[in-house]
């Protein structure tokens, strides 16, 4: 005979039990992780502008160096006669890697949002160090899309007031930001600064209207020199500079 415990355990008809929650993968605990060692290295206050502005300074002028002593050094050794060829083709690579470079400083490799109920900071890992800015105070919303190994490669690029910028593909970052650029709109006076906002942006922020086919074709135009003709311009330039200094 079955006992009254066991009648109240049988599950009733057209309930379902619920599903265990499923334990955190290691890719979310290490994102977790790399989250909590972003915010505690930026602080609550988020990383100075000044600091910021002098990383960034120091990484493009380290660019600086590197692509000119890939150009000087090759020219150089090209016309003392120490290299006899290749020395043009050493200029295309400094050329085509300066442009890679340059194209990932400013990106982001991770961000955290912080600043409590009274700020809305973002600090991100870039390859210049840890850059924090403030979305209360955007100045400019830019949109870059370029072509990788993996596909195509959708970036916004935010600019606070003082300066401060970076560029993500996050799609809940694109969301505050959205949000600050209403907020931003909503409260702006006749002689206070707004947010300036590309159109291309406000399409991927879902403030503007779908794009028309003649802008379509122009922004396709945009992706095709920034994904091919850059690099490729690179290059050239840099084969230049190596034989103009070879043959000076």
Known sequence: MTSRTQRRRRPQPGRKPKAPVPPPSRREVGRADRAAELLARAGEQGVPPARARR????????LGVAVSAGIVVPGL??????????APWLGVMTGVAASLVLD??????QTVGHGGPDADLVTART????RTVD?????????????????????????????????????DLAERVAAAVRRSRASKTPDGPGV??????????????????????????????????????AALLGALAVWLVASA
């Not at 960034?56 to 380290?62: E, F, H, N, W």
């Not at 406000?202 to 690099?231: K, N, Q, Y």
Request: charged share 25%; aromatic share 8%; hydrophobic share 45%.
């Open 55 to 62: 990383q960034a300074r120091v990484g493009y002028l380290a």
């Open 77 to 86: 050794l090209a016309r003392f006669h120490v290299m006899h060829s290749g």
């Open 104 to 109: 990932l400083l400013p990106s982001a490799r």
């Open 127 to 130: 390859l210049t160090g840890l």
């Open 135 to 171: 979305l209360d105070r955007l100045a400019r919303v830019r949109r870059f899309r370029t072509r990788s190994r993996v596909g195509w490669v959708d970036e916004l690029a935010v600019t606070d007031r003082s300066g401060v910028g970076f560029r993500f593909d996050d799609r």
């Open 196 to 233: 300036e906002v590309s159109r291309f942006a406000a399409i991927r922020l879902g403030l503007a209207s779908a794009p028309s086919a003649t802008e379509r074709a122009d922004r396709a135009t945009a992706d095709f020199a920034l994904t091919i003709l850059v690099p490729l311009c």
